[in-house]
């Protein structure tokens, strides 16, 4: 079945699993050095977008839908500071945990309703908004590793590192 004729679901959770997919592929390209390498003011890096991207699966399907308690995840405080990386953070280790927060993620809401709503901070939010604003936050960076992606690699090429 295409996605440009599926039903509301499924094109929700495909266009997802688009945009985790390009997260993932972010850290395909780059070894341990680059991945950590900072190449704008903030802390943003490729592994540091995937770290975050961590963070957001676990925020919005494993504490907001399925109501496990920030504490327990063990998440940071702040979006901010899901971009802090740790000595122990590789390629490889931030890789294993975005795909099993993945897993989780979709485990989580197959088990619920497109219409079912959980409070935030404006009011109550639906499944349906938690796909759509997962879809944006991951496609927005992914667009941001693309580039760092970019440049890094250009670096390499040019000698440049």
Not at 128 to 156: K, N
């Amino acid at each position: 079945m295409s996605l440009h004729t599926a039903d509301e679901r499924s094109v929700l959770e495909g266009l997802l699993d688009a945009q985790r997919a390009e997260i993932a592929l972010l850290l395909d390209e780059v070894d341990d050095t680059e991945a950590r390498t900072r190449l704008v003011p903030s802390a943003t890096t490729v592994l540091g977008l995937v770290k975050h991207a961590v963070f957001v699966e676990r925020v919005w399907f494993h504490a907001r839908v399925a109501g496990v308690p920030r504490e327990r995840l063990g998440i940071p405080a702040s979006p901010a500071e899901s971009f802090v990386l740790t000595d122990t953070d590789t390629v490889a280790s931030v890789r294993a945990d975005f795909d099993e927060a993945c897993d989780i993620s979709r485990a989580v809401a197959a088990d619920h309703d497109l219409d079912e709503t959980w409070p935030w901070h404006d009011g109550p939010v639906s499944l349906r908004y938690v796909y759509g604003h997962m879809i944006a936050e991951l496609a927005r960076h992914a667009g941001h590793g693309d580039i760092l992606v970019e440049q890094l690699l250009a670096r390499r090429t040019s000698g440049e590192v």
